[in-house]
């Protein structure tokens, strides 16, 4: 008995292995660039992708539990290519072989060899695109977030006591020792933190950020979404430093790669209308199809866009890209990161937007067919 008999023929993950194993294929060049023929045989690289993609589809909150559920679950085994009695990978071994595919950037290619296969290309569209940021809480405590000045005094990296602006508390230990463990109280009343004073301990490219008035402040990053317009698939990602203006900054870069010979739409919220950007969106021939904010201001957005029916069109489709974003936060686990690092918290990004199209790909093919 095989895995393959065991898992139902009308199980979703069959079509979805279909469109993997097509991507897979594609890019095996890529892959032969990144492992030796010399050494150890180590993970194939295909199967450890489609490791990684079970862990998003099934919200499996770390490499560690998804190598335990490996072990026992036949329809894991089958999706990732594996026989009923083959070994399981160790976790430090499948981490390790993740990075090398992090060194490649393999998940924007993967995405890529996705959405150039033909069936999908047809899917897609070519003239009107939305665009949009969020928040992804980074793996790092805000007790963390300390003095530039102070962290190079530190003695311990895991010391969350008080930093030198913040009187000890009643009964501190003595000096040179951490009062209250590794994770001791902390009484940030009458303390100014900033991103240009204070930095994470655990993660430096987190930033301490919030998008709108009344939120709390959190450490994050900021994640951007291309989406084209026509079936809300995810065309392009991004990942940046969460800044005030990264949104604008990161859509310019995704619209740039897209190198459009024809002029295209692009749909936005209201934090995208500002003057600056609207003029190097025309100056890419991108039409900004951008909610207009006139709150206490003048739009950048005037009648010569909004009179057409396009723009309203535009304006009610672009709300799809918060399904994405709520996709890859509940199921993908992106609510808050596993990793540290804007290359590593990028790359499993890209690689959950991926899995997000994959959900809905199977059927929006068997409907266009």
């Known amino acids: 008995m095989s895995c393959e008999a065991r898992v139902p023929a009308d199980h979703p993950l069959r079509a979805i292995r279909a469109i993997v194993?097509?991507?897979?294929?594609?890019?095996?060049p890529e892959f032969d660039k990144l492992y030796s023929r010399h050494g150890r045989p180590s993970i194939p690289?295909?199967?450890?992708?489609?490791?990684?993609?079970?862990?998003?589809?099934?919200?499996?909150?770390?490499?560690?539990?998804?190598?335990e559920q490996m072990d026992y679950n036949l329809m894991f085994r089958w999706f990732?290519?594996?026989?009923?009695?083959?070994?399981?990978?160790?976790?430090?071994?499948?981490?390790?072989?993740?990075?090398?595919?992090?060194?490649?950037?393999i998940a924007a290619k993967f995405l890529a060899a996705l959405l150039s296969q033909p069936r999908v290309t047809a899917l897609l569209s070519e003239d009107h695109f939305s665009v949009d940021g969020t928040l992804i809480e980074a793996w790092a405590s805000i007790k963390g977030f300390k003095p530039k000045a102070d962290r190079a005094d530190s003695p311990d990296k895991g010391d969350d006591g008080g930093s030198?602006?913040?009187?000890?508390?009643?009964?501190?230990?003595?000096?040179?020792?951490?009062?209250?463990?590794?994770?001791?109280?902390?009484?940030?009343?009458?303390?100014?933190?900033?991103?240009?004073?204070?930095?994470?301990?655990?993660?430096?490219?987190?930033?301490?950020?919030?998008?709108?008035?009344?939120?709390?402040?959190?450490?994050?990053?900021?994640?951007?979404?291309?989406?084209?317009?026509?079936?809300?698939?995810?065309?392009?990602t991004e990942l940046t430093l969460a800044t005030g203006t990264a949104e604008r900054e990161a859509a310019l870069s995704m619209l740039r790669r897209r190198n459009a010979r024809h002029r295209i739409t692009v749909a936005a919220d209201k934090a995208y209308d500002v003057a600056g950007f609207v003029a190097d969106l025309r100056s890419i021939k991108v039409t900004p199809h951008v909610a207009q904010n006139?709150?206490?201001?003048?739009?950048?957005?005037?009648?010569?866009?909004?009179?057409?029916?396009?723009?309203?069109?535009?304006?009610?489709?672009?709300?799809?890209?918060?399904?994405?974003?709520?996709w890859i936060k509940t199921c993908g686990g992106l609510s808050k990161t596993r990793h540290r690092g804007t290359e590593r918290v990028g790359w499993s990004f890209t690689l959950t937007a991926a899995a997000c199209n994959l959900i809905r790909l199977p059927k929006l093919i068997e409907i266009k067919g």
């Open 45 to 67: 690289p295909e199967k450890l992708l489609r490791a990684l993609l079970l862990q998003a589809f099934f919200t499996i909150r770390s490499e560690r539990q998804l190598m």
């Open 164 to 236: 030198g602006s913040v009187p000890p508390a009643s009964g501190a230990a003595p000096e040179g020792k951490p009062a209250g463990g590794r994770n001791a109280e902390r009484d940030f009343h009458g303390e100014k933190r900033s991103n240009r004073t204070h930095a994470s301990t655990s993660d430096p490219d987190a930033r301490l950020y919030k998008k709108g008035r009344g939120a709390a402040a959190r450490l994050c990053y900021m994640g951007h979404f291309l989406m084209e317009n026509r079936h809300g698939l995810i065309v392009d």
């Open 294 to 326: 006139t709150t206490n201001r003048r739009s950048a957005i005037d009648g010569r866009t909004t009179r057409h029916a396009g723009y309203a069109l535009s304006q009610r489709i672009r709300k799809r890209i918060e399904e994405g974003f709520g």
């Open 21 to 28: 194993d097509e991507a897979l294929e594609a890019l095996s």
């Open 80 to 105: 990732a290519g594996l026989s009923m009695d083959a070994p399981i990978w160790d976790v430090t071994v499948f981490t390790k072989n993740r990075e090398r595919l992090q060194e490649g950037d």
